[in-house]
């Protein structure tokens, strides 16, 4: 659009411009010349360029008005003005755009957001992430299930809760009773109606998990210790991602401002 | 030019021992070339005069980075580059603007060879006026561009080297630059037709 004249003729300024400093191959050249007698707007718009070119070359050369030879205090002028140490790092730092430095502090804020929510079950909140025990401690847990620390299920105690995490009783119950399940009916019916079933020794699925989760909750210190340290780990790379992008963004509006009160005036 | 490219390279390399002496010597052999430049792509003889004088500082501090026979491609870049900073610190601080067509009192060399007759005299210097005016409409690179190649007379590969552009690149912003100078002097109505001529 515009452009109109490339569009109707097979030559466009810049094949014209090239005709003219000789920098069209010969195939081309050839093309145009052939072109050119039948076409006057072309001839016209090639005359118009060369008459731009030749009137660029004659444009007079301009002495020099004065001489520009440095002075010895010239140069020690120039020299210390030329920042070395920390005042060229901060030259080299500002040549970085607020805007390049605040997308990309964005970006990573959000990938160590992601990689927090992905890793760390959103948090680590009282039902989340649980870490694995090590072998020994499975080990120990494993033993802990045939102490069967439900017993006082068998004997009429309550339950425990999962946020109480009691230490098992020392007195030990009858080993072949496995653990009532935790979201079945109350622990007492439950050991009256599967009595009969006292000497099964495998537990129903929901039988594992009253056994299971107290030792989880028991014993997270080598596991929640080193979640947490990377936790907070990330959360400081979040912490500084997010400073980033709000000092760039302080920055870009202090340039911008500083653009506009330098135009005014 | 390429005759003193030698000459060159043994001032450069005392240049780059600290003789300043030497350096003064390739400062007057190319300062007219970088004031010209300057003041195309400024139109103001103040700003050119300092762009000019940056110039040659930031090659004294730079030459160490220069290889001799490249001197003045790589001169002329350091001063498109002065040039172009002076341009957009005066357009940060537009004490005149650089749009204008330029007062008769800022150009007092710019005249065309007055032995012509006074008619052909008054009418190039219009002619003169007008295309530095139209010059200053173009972007700074096509301006730079254009006068390297057409004002300057360097060929693409030498305003490839002073630009640090590519063939392509410059090929494209010297057509361009061109091509805004004749709509802006169609427009005008100052473009005059040579003639009838062979086309090659």
């Known amino acids: 659009m515009r452009n109109p004249f490339v569009r109707r003729h097979p030559f466009g300024e810049e094949e014209l411009s090239s005709y003219l400093d000789r920098r069209l191959s010969p ?21 118009e360029l060369r008459a731009v070119v030749e009137g660029l070359r004659d444009l007079p050369s301009m002495p020099a008005p004065r001489s520009f030879a440095l002075r010895p205090e010239q140069v020690e002028a120039a020299r210390r003005r030329t920042p070395v140490g920390p005042a060229a790092w901060a030259q080299r730092a500002s040549a970085f755009s607020p805007v390049g430095v605040a997308a990309a502090a964005l970006v990573l804020f959000f990938v160590l957001v992601g990689v927090d929510l992905a890793t760390l079950g959103g948090g680590g909140g009282p039902e989340g992430f649980v870490p694995a025990p090590s072998t020994e401690k499975a080990f ?18 309550e339950a425990p809760s999962l946020g109480a995490a009691p230490a098992p009783t020392p007195t030990p119950a009858p080993p072949a009773v496995p653990a009532p399940p935790l979201a079945a009916a109350p622990p007492t019916i439950a050991a009256d109606e599967e009595g009969r079933e006292a000497g099964t020794p495998e537990p129903t699925v929901g039988a594992a998990t009253p056994t299971e989760t107290p030792l989880a909750v028991a ?31 302080a920055a870009l509006v202090w340039q911008r401002r500083r653009k506009r009160g330098v135009g005014r005036t | 030019m390429q005759a003193t490219a030698p000459e060159d390279s043994r001032l450069v390399a005392l240049s780059q021992e600290g003789d300043l002496a030497a350096f003064n010597a390739l400062v007057e052999r190319y300062q007219g070339q970088v004031y010209n430049l300057c003041w195309r792509m400024l139109g103001l003889r103040e700003a050119a005069e300092d762009a000019t004088q940056e110039a040659f500082l930031a090659a004294y501090r ?52 007055p032995s012509a007759g006074p008619e052909e005299w008054a009418l190039r210097r219009e002619q003169t006026r007008c295309l530095q005016a139209a010059l200053l409409t173009l972007p700074p690179d096509q301006r730079l561009s254009v006068i390297l190649s057409d004002v300057q007379g360097l060929s693409y590969e030498e305003v490839g080297q002073a630009m640090g552009s590519s063939l392509g690149t410059v090929k494209s912003r010297i057509s361009r630059g061109r091509a805004r100078l004749r709509r802006y002097l169609l427009e005008k109505g100052e473009l005059s037709l040579p003639g009838q001529r062979p086309t090659q």
């Open chain 1, 27 to 47: 195939a081309e050249s050839a093309r145009l010349e052939e072109h050119l007698p039948s076409c006057e707007p072309c001839r016209r718009h090639l005359e």
């Open chain 2, 62 to 113: 730079n030459i160490r980075r220069c290889r001799g026979p490249g001197f003045r491609a790589w001169l002329l870049r350091i001063a498109a580059n002065a040039a172009i900073d002076e341009l957009r610190r005066r357009h940060r601080r537009p004490q005149v603007s650089l749009e204008t067509p330029i007062a008769d009192s800022e150009t007092p060399l710019d005249l065309p060879d």
């Open chain 1, 219 to 249: 014993m997270p210190e080598a596991g929640e210790e080193g979640g947490d340290a990377g936790r907070w780990v990330l959360r400081g790379f979040q912490g500084a991602a997010g400073a980033a992008f709000l000092a760039a963004m």
């Open chain 1, 140 to 157: 120990e847990a494993d033993q802990a299930v045939g102490a069967a620390p439900a017993s006082p299920s068998a004997n009429g105690y």
